[in-house]
């Protein structure tokens, strides 16, 4: 598509042999419009009516006469200021399906990114505390921005920045001393964590003397002690098998689980640059480093000396720049953190070179309300994670058992079905829109959702095992794509045709929203193909082959797609 964009830009630029108009202004304009019935493309010409003294209706007419077009498009048609394209659908056909038919998995990857690292860094949860819901949107959405990035060739790096550090560490452990006795931690090992850092805390707040014990935990932590050493160990050991059970159901790929901790001693690098740089400004005893007018400085050391969540970040940053040499480095988090970022990434003009500090990128995400309030760990009534993917697969095994009793292997479908949906429900959102939280709404198996995709899949699949049909024992030279006349034959094509320009689209946007409603588009452009035209009863048999053809092209894009997005596809359901 994004060639016959240019090829179209370019016709429209010869056509004006206008110096004022550039080729890229022309390209930019053309759009696609959503109505088929505007064409395949479209550029309005309003705003060359300034530039050429005439009306957007004059101007695309005259367009019209003087442009001359490949036959790839079949005609071009003047409505109101508009110039609409109608491309050739038999070439579509064509294109679309070959191509599909000789990459197969591979349709919709592209080289483009070959050579270049990516970071994205997602995740990143406070550790010794449950997973909750912000950590699952965050997770997906990382998740999807990472396989977006692989599909398009780029070398992608995953990052899990643990919140592994700092002075609540030293109060956790004061806690865990005292109540450990009191707690199952083999069971529940972070509700039981997280319970007792609450209590603690509590206490910590009331009573100086054990704030000081806390803080003379993390110290000795900071500086190495053998013992406590062991304890932060376990904590962090007992959250990363708790977390990795959740990232394995959610296809999460980490490459790296270097999280605060790791910066522990790279920090005095950054403060020793930066104070060379004399951008260390003296504020009440602490240190801080000025970002401009429009933002408070940014802390690096606070009056006591100790270092804070920023150095630690500014740390990862010049460290993120020598070993990965980085293009982007994509950090995912909820928009609570927009300052911070913002700070740091001024701050960086400072340690790195401006290619790293231009590459920093900070993707936030809205809320997840629950039905009451904002969700917080602190207000009890937090969902967590692991109780709502049971629940998702539970109620999808219950659904399964009532539609298909017979069906094989229910508890490996109903968890692909169960967390597809859960998935499919927080990609389809765009990322900055605020999530209300709802149980019932959220498992929905009808209308725009994953298992509605999945289903597709799964027709897609049962149509060409029922025909027999398998690509590999097809002679590709023979299929005859110019059958496929039919409008729903056509406008399923052309859907599957945008395949490699959505994932780039969601990629530049940081958007895997784009995907997901793009495969909510194939999966009805699919109904209504399936439902207009016979396959499997279809008495034309070079038909039948072309046709099933297109429904194994359907179902590679479905299945890629949702891949893509974390969601696994059953065989059956
Ligand atoms: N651990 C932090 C939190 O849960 C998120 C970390 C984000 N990444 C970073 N490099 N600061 O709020």
Redesign the pocket.
């Known amino acids: 598509m994004e060639e016959k964009k240019l090829n179209i830009a370019k016709s429209i630029y010869n056509a004006l042999n206008n110096e004022n108009i550039t080729l890229e202004e022309i390209e930019s304009k053309i759009e696609t419009p959503k109505d088929k019935q505007n064409g395949d493309f479209a550029y309005p010409c309003f705003n060359l009516a300034k530039v050429l003294r005439n009306s957007p209706v004059n101007i695309a007419n005259s367009i019209k006469e003087n442009i001359v077009l490949d036959d790839s498009i079949s005609k071009v048609e003047v409505v109101n200021g508009f110039l609409n394209f109608y491309l050739n659908s038999e070439n579509i056909v064509n294109d679309v399906l070959m191509k599909i038919v000789e990459e197969k998995e591979e349709y919709g990857s592209s080289k483009e990114g070959e050579g270049t690292n990516i970071i994205v860094?997602y995740s990143?949860?406070?550790i010794a505390k449950p997973f909750h819901l912000g950590h699952f949107r965050n997770t997906v959405l990382g998740k999807a921005l990472y396989d977006l990035y692989e599909t398009l060739g780029y070398n992608v790096t995953g990052i899990n920045?643990l919140?592994d550090w700092g002075r609540q560490f030293g109060i956790l452990i004061e806690g865990y001393r005292r109540f450990k006795d009191e707690y199952n931690l083999e069971e529940n090992p972070l509700e039981a964590l997280s319970d007792i850092y609450v209590r603690i805390n509590k206490i910590a707040k009331e009573d100086e003397e054990v704030m000081n014990i806390a803080r003379e935990n993390f110290k000795k932590l900071e500086e190495g002690d053998v013992e406590l050493t062991k304890l932060w160990k376990f904590f962090r050991e007992v959250s990363l098998k708790e977390y990795n059970r959740i990232y394995s159901l959610l296809g999460s790929k980490f490459d790296s689980y270097n999280g605060e901790a790791f910066y522990n001693d790279k920090m005095d690098e950054v403060i020793d640059i930066l104070d060379k740089k004399s951008v260390l400004i003296d504020s009440q005893g602490a240190k801080v480093v000025e970002v401009g007018d429009n933002m408070p400085p940014c802390i690096v050391l606070k009056s006591n000396g100790s270092t804070i969540?920023a150095t630690r970040?500014l740390a990862?940053i010049l460290y993120r720049a020598r070993t990965y040499d980085f293009t982007k480095c994509i950090?995912i988090?909820a928009t609570e953190?927009i300052l911070h970022f913002k700070q740091i990434f001024e701050v960086a003009k400072h340690l790195v070179d401006e290619k790293y500090q231009k590459g920093l990128v900070h993707v936030s995400y809205g809320m997840i309300r629950l039905k009451t309030g904002k969700m917080s760990t602190r207000e009890g009534n937090v969902i967590y994670v692991n109780d709502l993917i049971n629940d998702a697969i539970n109620k999808s095994k219950e659904i399964m058992l009532a539609k298909n009793p017979e069906l094989e292997n229910l508890d490996e479908v109903s968890k692909k079905i169960g967390i597809g949906a859960l998935i499919f429900n927080y990609l389809k959102n765009g990322k900055n829109k605020d999530i209300i939280f709802d149980l019932d709404e959220t498992l929905r198996f009808d209308g725009e959702t994953g298992p509605y995709v999945q289903y597709t899949y799964v027709r897609t699949k049962s149509i060409l095992e029922k025909v027999g049909f398998n690509i590999e024992n097809i002679n590709k030279d023979e299929i005859q794509y110019n059958l496929l006349k039919e409008k729903q034959e056509v406008e399923l094509i052309k859907e599957l045709e945008k395949f490699e320009a959505i994932i780039r689209k969601a990629a530049n946007e940081y958007e895997p929203s784009i995907l997901a409603r793009y495969l909510i588009d194939v999966a009805t452009a699919f109904s209504r193909f399936y439902n207009e035209c016979s396959v499997a009863n279809c008495d034309d048999d070079k038909l039948k082959e072309v046709r099933c053809t297109l429904v194994y092209a359907t179902s590679i894009v479905i299945k890629k797609g949702l891949s893509i997005l974390g969601i696994d596809c059953p065989e059956k359901m």
Do not use: I, K, R
């Open positions: 860094e990143s949860p406070n920045h919140g969540y970040d990862a950090y988090t953190q």
